[in-house]
């Protein structure tokens, strides 16, 4: 931290005037790291309008033969400041309007110097991080493949990189302190957003394992997602990593001995690493040596590294006993934050294609419980009576542990799933509707459904029974599957059951859609 001679604690005015004398007459830093720390974990202490205020205080009181001296360090520091964290000083309005204050008293007391020091009207906007749902404009190449079954796995890893960095980098210093303070999510829409992307994931692949009729298809998927994971991990996008492994190391997958049995030996072993680089053993020993290894771009496991700060926050106290920071705790913070903080600012260069990021988008809004999806891996592969215990049909924990992000799901926002409905139908009709006449085929729809894990069959879409789906069918059924939310059972599952005895996976009778929750009998669908 620099030889700052503070000691294991000090007042908050002890630590600002530290890291203002520690800047020369020309504004450089004499090599310590104090300042840019402090800056990073003031708000830990009080608001950047407060912090704001004791420099003005300072600035205003300075007195004595090197009054001017101090005051000149006072705006350095401002700079530094703004400088090092630009988005508080766009984001932030008190920030804001006592910035502003400051240079009207360096105004009035004749230090024109000073006015440049503290300008911040050239800072970039970073109004996009006040809006968790908007999109970051990029080039578009050609029109997208839109097919799960086609895409490589290279360029799925980079458009699921891409969401997740774009999550990633709103999450802010006060969004790590309020989880790690409170332990939960409540009033944090920006973390529960990223841990939902990173759960909605996890569902995702397990779904699209399941949406399988056979064992080899099955597996097949599974070859696919080890395959993403590998790319992933070349991309060094850790916290999509562990997602996807933790959803195929659910017990819903992990369970399928005959699709197991078709995977190859070196799929296999590939799966086998995978999950090594991420397992919990060795307080996560493998990851933390993986990511120590990797340079500029790179996302982090979030989980983790919470786990890291949490750990810190309850064995440290935030001030001592006569009322000093504790410089100890701030420092060892500092080290996760400072990390995670400057990971947000590197640059990537994926050029994703948006009607593929548009079609991800929603296809990773999944509402289904983890029950509901392991009555689905029963039903395609019943338990062995000989060989497996009849027990209850709970699922059990996934080999990678995901408790720090268990039981967050996306909310229902009409206003957001409106939109990325629309922009979905959009995307659809730009790639498959060849001839541009505001009709889809069978033929193409049954292509786009595979991106759908039980998407309802063709006939449901089709409402006037014309042998073509309009974008006004395509949207009226996308908004009343989402309208089923309050249910259990998630978008495509429009259903009216009553009980029947099935011995064998079934489809509606109605619709064709596969027939989701049966537990010991099944269901029928009535067919209204």
């Known amino acids: 931290m620099g030889s700052s001679g503070l000691g294991k604690a000090a007042t908050l005015d002890e630590l600002l005037s530290t890291c203002i004398e520690m800047f020369d007459d020309n504004g450089e830093l004499n090599n310590s790291y104090l300042p840019r720390i402090v800056l990073l974990m003031h708000r830990w202490?009080?608001?950047?309008?407060?912090l704001a205020e004791k420099l003005l205080c300072m600035y205003r009181d300075a007195s004595g033969e090197s009054c001017d001296e101090f005051r000149l360090k006072i705006c350095y520091f401002m700079r530094y400041w703004i400088l090092k964290f630009p988005a508080e000083f766009n984001l932030d309005l008190g920030l804001i309007r006592m910035t502003e204050e400051f240079r009207e008293v360096t105004s009035q007391l004749g230090y024109e110097k000073h006015i440049s020091l503290i300008d911040i009207s050239s800072i970039p906007s970073y109004d996009w991080m006040r809006r968790v749902t908007q999109r970051k404009k990029v080039s578009k190449k050609g029109k997208a493949c839109l097919l799960f079954d086609h895409l490589e796995p290279i360029e799925l890893a980079e458009h699921l990189t891409f969401l997740e960095h774009k999550s990633f980098r709103r999450i802010s210093f006060t969004d790590y302190q309020s989880y790690v303070i409170h332990g939960c999510l409540e009033n944090n829409p920006t973390l529960e957003r990223s841990i939902a992307l990173f759960n909605g994931i996890s569902k995702w692949v397990q779904l699209m394992v399941l949406s399988k009729p056979t064992p080899q298809q099955r597996a097949e998927v599974i070859t696919k997602f080890i395959n993403v994971a590998k790319k992933l991990l070349q991309?060094?996008?850790?916290?999509?990593?562990?997602?996807?492994?933790?959803?195929?190391?659910?017990?819903?997958?992990s369970?399928?001995?005959e699709t197991h049995s078709h995977l190859s030996s070196e799929v296999t072993k590939n799966w086998h690493e995978m999950t090594e680089l991420v397992s919990s053993s060795g307080n996560y020993c493998c990851y933390r040596r993986a990511f120590a290894d990797c340079e500029g771009f790179k996302i982090p496991i979030l989980g983790v590294h919470l786990k890291d700060l949490i750990a810190v926050h309850v064995i440290f106290p935030d001030w001592t006993e006569d009322n000093k920071v504790n410089i100890v705790k701030m420092h060892q913070l500092s080290v996760t934050l400072s990390e995670l903080v400057s990971l947000q600012n590197a640059s990537h260069h994926l050029e994703p294609n948006m009607d593929l990021i548009n079609l991800l988008t929603l296809s990773l809004d999944l509402y289904h419980t983890e029950d509901d999806i392991y009555k689905l891996s029963l039903v395609l592969e019943p338990r062995n009576s000989?060989?497996?215990?009849?027990?209850?049909?709970?699922?059990?924990?996934?080999?990678?542990?995901?408790?720090?992000?268990?039981?967050?799901?996306?909310?229902?926002?009409?206003?957001?799933?409106?939109?990325?409905?629309?922009?979905?139908?959009?995307?659809?009709?730009r790639n498959y509707d060849h001839d541009h006449d505001g009709y889809i085929s069978q033929e193409d729809f049954e292509s786009i459904a595979a991106n759908f894990p039980f998407l309802d069959s063709f006939c449901v879409l089709d409402k006037d029974q014309d042998g073509l789906i309009s974008k006004d069918e395509m949207m009226a059924?996308?908004?009343?599957a989402k309208s089923q939310l309050h249910c259990k059972m998630g978008p495509g599952f429009v259903h009216n059951f009553q009980e029947m005895t099935y011995l064998k996976p079934t489809f509606c009778e109605h619709c064709a859609g596969f027939l989701w929750g049966i537990i010991k009998q099944g269901y029928k669908c009535k067919g209204k």
């Open 235 to 253: 991309l060094k996008n850790f916290n999509t990593l562990m997602a996807v492994v933790g959803g195929l190391s659910h017990s819903s997958i």
């Open 45 to 50: 202490y009080l608001s950047s309008t407060e």
């Open 386 to 429: 000989k060989s497996q215990p009849t027990s209850p049909t709970t699922p059990t924990k996934p080999v990678v542990p995901l408790e720090w992000a268990s039981g967050v799901m996306p909310k229902p926002d009409p206003t957001v799933i409106n939109k990325h409905i629309r922009k979905l139908v959009e995307s659809v009709f």
């Open 477 to 480: 059924y996308f908004l009343r």
């Open 255 to 257: 369970r399928l001995k």
